[in-house]
């Protein structure tokens, strides 16, 4: 009978398991629903502020921005990485820390060092031991705001001015859909010029600057870097739920599988049990009348 | 020429504004400038202030901080980093946030760091009093 008890058990352990994980996936679904509208609500801003760049990069200026200037010797890099400060969302921030790792193994060589900075505890916490960390940033991650970004951007700014490393890579998930996301990898620093557009330079009408080109352009480009890391923050939540939603929808369908399972080996023992009691009692009976 | 352009209203968190306005007024970082239907190409950096519109005849007020704005072909749009509507602010706040920068600034010599933080946060607090102000006015 002690099998019989264990088994029930570890049906019950399974079952409030199964609640858990059920839960968290419906939290993680409301969750991911507001960060999707945060992501698409944060569009617009991304893609005026690029047209407006685009304008005023068009033409080039004899002298460029230093955040435009590429510098060749002994190239130091950093590497930004966006992770979650929280776990259980499956590959999530293993794949995008081991992605860094690889990008660290393969350009590496290239430059005289790589020091990696984090955004979310997870990123960090895999990477400590492993890479050269500069900084990581904790609990910015979990309520994404454009002051949070503006901050990181403006201390990534400094450093770059300050000569402290010269190439600054952003790592990212992006957010595709619910069940993937894409590991990005974009250049944050230098920022190279944007390609102008056929479409922008036929419309050539001539702007009126105030202040002047080169000054705008110089409020401009810091921006641009904000907004690069804000928008990687929202993606990098939205992807962050998705991955939790579906890392737990697969949780509840294995408990649902191993109750099934458990429930069986559990029907199966008490008819034992029952059989073996019956024959007793039978045999008993047998014997009183013989 | 219409008599009226499109006004798009843009900060990194929603688009804020998307309307037809006959008269826009805002501060650019040379000054305070107005635009109206017909306006040439241009393209400014605008500073912390006060950004007022018309629609049929009603003027309305926001209070901006640092941003763009560009104006082509009777279109503008604005981005900024926060906007906020007259009747959205809390004007005690505003108010209590004056006095506090006021304060901290008494204390700090304009050559520390601080200084300039609390100078912007006065500037802002005092556009959110001025443009509440319009709103309980109208």
């Not at chain 2, 004056?98 to 609390?118: C, H, I, Q, T, W």
């Amino acid at each position: 009978m002690a099998n019989l008890k264990s088994i029930k058990k570890r049906i019950v352990s399974v079952k409030s398991t199964r609640q858990i994980t059920k839960a968290m996936k419906m939290v993680s679904a409301a969750k991911l629903r507001r960060a999707q509208d945060n992501v698409v609500a944060a569009r617009p801003y991304a893609s005026k502020l690029h047209e407006v760049m685009e304008r005023l990069a068009q033409s080039q200026e004899s002298d460029p921005h230093p955040l435009m200037v590429r510098r060749e010797t002994s190239p130091r890099a950093l590497v930004l990485l966006v992770t979650s400060d929280r776990g259980l969302c499956g590959g999530f921030n293993a794949n995008i820390s081991k992605a860094v790792e690889r990008f660290i193994r393969e350009r590496g060589e290239a430059y005289s060092e790589v020091t990696v900075a984090t955004i979310g505890r997870k990123g960090y916490d895999f990477l400590k031991n492993r890479q050269k960390m500069a900084k990581n940033y904790v609990g910015i991650i979990s309520k994404p705001t454009y002051q949070a970004a503006a901050l990181v951007a403006g201390e990534i700014i400094d450093g770059f001015l300050a000569e402290e490393y010269d190439d600054v890579f952003l790592f990212y998930n992006a957010f595709r859909s619910v069940m993937s996301q894409d590991i990005t990898c974009e250049q944050l620093l230098p920022i190279s010029p944007p390609a102008a557009s056929e479409e922008a330079s036929e419309s050539s009408i001539e702007y009126i600057y105030e202040p002047t080109k080169s000054d705008l352009l110089g409020e401009l480009l810091p921006k641009s870097i904000e907004v690069a890391v804000f928008k990687a923050m929202l993606e990098s939540v939205a992807s962050e739920h998705g991955a939790r939603m579906t890392a737990m929808d697969s949780a509840s369908n294995n408990a649902t599988e191993m109750i099934g399972k458990l429930t069986l080996i559990y029907n199966r023992a008490r008819q034992a049990a029952i059989t073996t009691e019956l024959t007793e009692i039978i045999s008993g009976a047998e014997s009183i009348k013989g | 020429m219409a008599d009226k352009m499109t006004m798009d209203l843009v900060t990194p968190y929603r688009k804020v504004l998307s309307i037809e306005v006959e008269e826009i007024t805002a501060t650019g970082s040379l000054g305070e400038f107005g635009v109206l239907p017909g306006h040439a190409p241009f393209l400014t950096s605008l500073k912390i202030g006060e950004l007022s519109y018309k629609v049929a005849g009603k003027l309305d007020h926001l209070a901006l901080n640092w941003g763009y704005f560009e104006v082509e072909d009777d279109k503008v749009t604005i981005l900024v980093e926060t906007a906020e509507p007259a009747d959205e602010i809390d004007l005690d706040r505003a108010r209590s946030a004056v006095l506090r920068a006021e304060e901290a600034m008494k204390k700090l010599s304009p050559e520390d760091k601080e200084f300039r933080k609390y100078e912007l946060a006065l500037e802002r607090a005092l556009i959110r009093v001025q443009v509440a102000g319009k709103a309980v006015r109208r």
